[in-house]
């Protein structure tokens, strides 16, 4: 089992910057892919961006590409997510994930391609 726990969401103003966290513990060797996904009341999980574990490839969305940024730290096996410039679009509950390597880019953006979910942080974007 993999455990993930993300932090740092909150309340921010429109164009400002978040940085969210997620820590894996457990059997994180099982781990080759880490990525991130939100969700608004109503809707279903949407990707944001991915990486793989080793190699550091990373993997966005077009509604964060070029604003968002997704980084790893192997010594503490947590992954990170920068989004610079938000927007009110960016509100919802965003929720890390965790999984094994994919053959495409594709497999990464599916929510059923990730066995291992943390339990969400809240971001909300005030304009």
């Known amino acids: 089992q993999v455990r993930l726990e993300e932090s740092g969401g909150g309340s921010v103003q429109a164009g400002g910057s978040l940085s969210l966290s997620c820590a894996a513990s457990?059997?994180?060797?099982?781990?080759?892919?880490m990525a991130w996904f939100r969700q608004t009341p109503g809707n279903g999980r949407e990707f944001v961006a991915a990486?793989?574990?080793?190699?550091?490839?990373?993997n966005y969305a077009d509604s964060v590409n070029g604003r968002g940024t997704i980084s790893k730290d192997a010594a503490t096996k947590s992954v990170y997510l920068q989004i610079n410039n938000l927007k009110p679009e960016d509100t919802a509950v965003y929720y890390c994930?965790?999984?094994?390597?994919?053959?495409?880019?594709?497999?990464?953006?599916?929510?059923?391609?990730?066995?291992?979910w943390g339990q969400g942080t809240q971001v909300t974007v005030s304009s």
């Open positions: 990486i793989n574990w080793h190699g550091g490839r990373t």
């Open positions: 457990g059997r994180t060797f099982e781990v080759r892919t």
């Open positions: 994930a965790a999984g094994p390597p994919f053959v495409t880019k594709v497999h990464e953006t599916f929510t059923r391609s990730y066995p291992y």
